[in-house]
């Protein structure tokens, strides 16, 4: 228990959780708020989060990323490269207007194609190569070879109005003139930085969320988030400190949630470019941009102790990983892609090998405000590649400055972070394909790592309807990858935890998202 929890522990003592939610509302404090209310500008769990209150899929995913209808009540496979969805009937967007096919083709032609996307949705809409609506109510989706996994790739896809949307920008969005949607809430007012507030779409074809109104209160400081929800100012927090844990879990007045989270935290080089901007010599001369060696990069990854991160950043609260995805997710590497033994000694052999024995100057960049202990990993990272023999600064930002800068280029060695979806192959087609936006592949692969062996299978595991057949590909493929390239380092998954009110219940999600339709009273 931290020094600040104990102290408001005591100081509220007999007082605590005041409730917020009196009547029918619901008050969440939340460590991140949405970079835009475009549902399509920015692929980015917190903004797809958000999104949900407002807009809906064709398909959904459930807590644990299993396929459930929403817009669409049914979908199947009508030959190897077309799909067919099957439209909910009387589904009306927020101003009363009917839902139709006609809007499930303008969101399919907007989502990859809205400007200046820090994270684009055309990794999602890429594999399609045409769009047809027979009627009203039924969707029919081309492909160019077979997509077995595309419904999953359309459950992080919004659907939005054609009416509303056809002439909005991103900004119409945010000043919530566009926001009309089909979702269980309706927006209300957006204040960036101090809330968010939604009311119940009493109009919505599905089961009723259980609060009229919700307001989201961004509070990205750990410690005043759960100072917040222990004076009673909001009934529920995400992202939950881990030293915090096991104090909120022993508090009569609090119930907490938690599963093991399906995001992986990983470190990724610049292994692309002859000269890196965050490189140099130890004088600040320009050197060549040592990451292009694999040896450099497997050194790297030797001189990581996740362990000590595991432990000393989240108090055990976090799981150390050698995979692109959790244990039991298909496609993994069980056996094979395990945590890399941290080997100081082995590591600056290997440096010394690929010619850096006198190291090099490097500067590691991740967020201050996006996960958990971000900033503190960022610093623990530093230290850890100083005793490898590197001269290492540790810089952090917040993630709308991040995100933008790693998307131009202009770091060398990242903290980056991404959710498999629901398998390795949606890790291998982001992250570590050669970047080709066209194609909608190796969209947030900010290092450029590139292999044609990689991208070749990669490829063929996309078009393998066999399940068996394409795990194996997938398997190969990441092997390659991360086993033998390095082309990234998975480093944890960090858990996710959520703290509520007594008499509130909130079933953990594996995807990290704070739902207000999923927060019910505790039976």
Same mark, same amino acid.
Request: charged share 20%; proline share 6%; aromatic share 8%.
């Given at each position: 228990?931290?020094?600040?929890?104990?102290?408001?522990?005591?100081?509220?003592?007999?007082?605590?959780?005041?409730?917020?939610?009196?009547?029918?509302?619901?008050?969440?404090?939340?460590?991140?708020?949405?970079?835009?209310?475009?549902?399509?500008?920015?692929?980015?769990?917190?903004?797809?989060?958000?999104?949900?209150?407002?807009?809906?899929?064709?398909?959904?995913?459930?807590?644990?990323?299993?396929?459930?209808?929403?817009?669409?009540?049914?979908?199947?496979?009508?030959?190897?490269?077309?799909?067919?969805?099957?439209?909910?009937?009387?589904?009306?967007?927020?101003?009363?207007?009917?839902?139709?096919?006609?809007?499930?083709?303008?969101?399919?032609?907007?989502?990859?194609?809205?400007?200046?996307?820090?994270?684009?949705?055309?990794?999602?809409?890429?594999? =399609?190569?045409?769009? /047809? %609506?027979?009627? &009203? @109510? $039924? #969707?029919?989706?081309?492909? *160019?070879?077979?997509?077995?996994? !595309?419904?999953?790739?359309?459950?992080?896809?919004?659907?939005?109005?054609?009416?509303?949307?056809?002439?909005?920008?991103?900004?119409?969005?945010?000043?919530?003139?566009?926001?009309?949607?089909?979702?269980?809430?309706?927006?209300?007012?957006?204040?960036?930085?101090?809330?968010?507030?939604?009311?119940?779409?009493?109009?919505?074809?599905?089961?009723?969320?259980?609060?009229?109104?919700?307001?989201?209160?961004?509070?990205?400081?750990?410690?005043?988030?759960?100072?917040?929800?222990?004076?009673?100012?909001?009934?529920?927090?995400?992202?939950?400190?881990?030293?915090? =844990?096991?104090?909120? /879990? %022993?508090?009569? &007045? @609090? $119930? #907490?949630?938690?599963?093991? *989270?399906?995001?992986?935290?990983? !470190?990724?080089?610049?292994?692309?470019?002859?000269?890196?901007?965050?490189?140099?010599?130890?004088?600040?001369?320009?050197?060549?941009?040592?990451?292009?060696?694999?040896?450099?990069?497997?050194?790297?990854?030797?001189?990581?102790?996740?362990?000590?991160?595991?432990?000393?950043?989240?108090?055990?609260?976090?799981?150390?990983?050698?995979?692109?995805?959790?244990?039991?997710?298909?496609?993994?590497?069980?056996?094979?892609?395990?945590?890399?033994?941290?080997?100081?000694?082995?590591?600056?052999?290997?440096?010394?090998?690929?010619?850096?024995?006198?190291?090099?100057?490097?500067?590691?960049?991740?967020?201050?405000?996006?996960?958990?202990?971000?900033?503190?990993?960022?610093?623990?990272?530093?230290?850890?590649?100083?005793?490898?023999?590197?001269?290492?600064?540790?810089?952090?930002?917040?993630?709308?400055?991040?995100?933008?800068?790693?998307?131009?280029?202009?770091?060398?060695?990242?903290?980056?972070?991404?959710?498999?979806?629901?398998?390795?192959?949606?890790?291998?087609?982001?992250?570590?394909?050669?970047?080709?936006?066209?194609?909608?592949?190796?969209?947030?692969?900010?290092?450029?790592?590139?292999?044609?062996?990689?991208?070749?299978?990669?490829?063929?595991?996309?078009?393998?309807?066999?399940?068996?057949?394409?795990?194996?590909?997938?398997?190969?493929?990441?092997?390659?990858?991360?086993?033998?390239?390095?082309?990234?380092?998975?480093?944890?998954?960090?858990?996710?935890?959520?703290?509520?009110?007594?008499?509130?219940?909130?079933?953990?999600?594996?995807?990290?998202?704070?739902?207000?339709?999923?927060?019910?009273?505790?039976?």
């Amino acid at each position: 228990m931290n020094g600040l929890f104990a102290r408001i522990l005591s100081a509220t003592a007999g007082l605590l959780l005041a409730t917020a939610a009196q009547g029918q509302e619901l008050v969440i404090g939340s460590k991140a708020e949405p970079t835009s209310l475009d549902p399509h500008f920015h692929s980015l769990v917190t903004n797809i989060a958000f999104s949900r209150h407002l807009f809906e899929p064709l398909v959904l995913q459930d807590a644990t990323q299993q396929l459930r209808p929403a817009l669409a009540e049914s979908w199947r496979a009508v030959d190897d490269t077309t799909w067919e969805f099957k439209l909910r009937p009387g589904v009306t967007w927020h101003d009363g207007s009917p839902f139709t096919a006609r809007d499930v083709l303008f969101t399919l032609g907007r989502a990859g194609e809205v400007p200046n996307s820090p994270s684009s949705f055309k990794s999602y809409t890429g594999p =399609i190569t045409a769009a /047809r %609506a027979p009627d &009203d @109510l $039924t #969707v029919l989706l081309e492909t *160019a070879a077979p997509v077995p996994l !595309l419904p999953n790739l359309l459950s992080l896809v919004m659907i939005v109005s054609e009416k509303h949307g056809a002439n909005a920008t991103t900004d119409d969005y945010n000043a919530g003139t566009a926001v009309v949607g089909t979702g269980p809430y309706r927006l209300v007012d957006w204040a960036r930085a101090e809330r968010l507030v939604l009311e119940r779409n009493d109009s919505h074809w599905g089961e009723a969320p259980a609060f009229e109104r919700v307001v989201y209160r961004p509070i990205s400081n750990d410690a005043a988030r759960v100072a917040a929800l222990l004076a009673g100012d909001v009934d529920m927090i995400d992202v939950v400190p881990p030293a915090d =844990i096991a104090g909120l /879990r %022993a508090n009569p &007045d @609090l $119930t #907490v949630a938690e599963s093991v *989270a399906n995001r992986l935290l990983f !470190l990724m080089f610049d292994s692309d470019r002859e000269v890196s901007p965050m490189v140099t010599a130890r004088d600040g001369a320009p050197i060549a941009n040592p990451f292009l060696d694999a040896r450099v990069r497997r050194a790297v990854d030797m001189a990581i102790n996740r362990n000590a991160i595991v432990d000393r950043l989240f108090e055990g609260s976090a799981l150390a990983t050698g995979d692109l995805a959790p244990p039991g997710y298909f496609g993994t590497s069980p056996g094979v892609l395990e945590p890399t033994d941290f080997d100081l000694e082995g590591a600056r052999a290997l440096l010394a090998e690929a010619g850096h024995a006198d190291g090099f100057k490097v500067t590691v960049n991740g967020t201050n405000d996006r996960y958990i202990n971000d900033r503190q990993v960022v610093q623990a990272l530093a230290q850890m590649l100083s005793r490898l023999g590197l001269e290492v600064e540790a810089e952090t930002e917040s993630r709308a400055t991040y995100f933008g800068n790693a998307n131009k280029l202009e770091y060398s060695l990242m903290l980056l972070s991404f959710s498999p979806n629901p398998e390795v192959l949606g890790m291998l087609e982001v992250l570590l394909h050669s970047y080709d936006r066209d194609a909608g592949l190796g969209t947030n692969n900010r290092g450029r790592y590139s292999n044609p062996e990689v991208d070749r299978m990669i490829v063929e595991a996309r078009q393998t309807v066999d399940a068996a057949a394409r795990e194996r590909l997938e398997q190969q493929a990441a092997q390659l990858a991360v086993g033998e390239d390095k082309g990234l380092l998975p480093l944890y998954y960090q858990y996710n935890t959520w703290a509520l009110r007594k008499g509130l219940a909130y079933e953990a999600r594996t995807d990290e998202m704070t739902l207000a339709m999923g927060v019910r009273p505790a039976n």
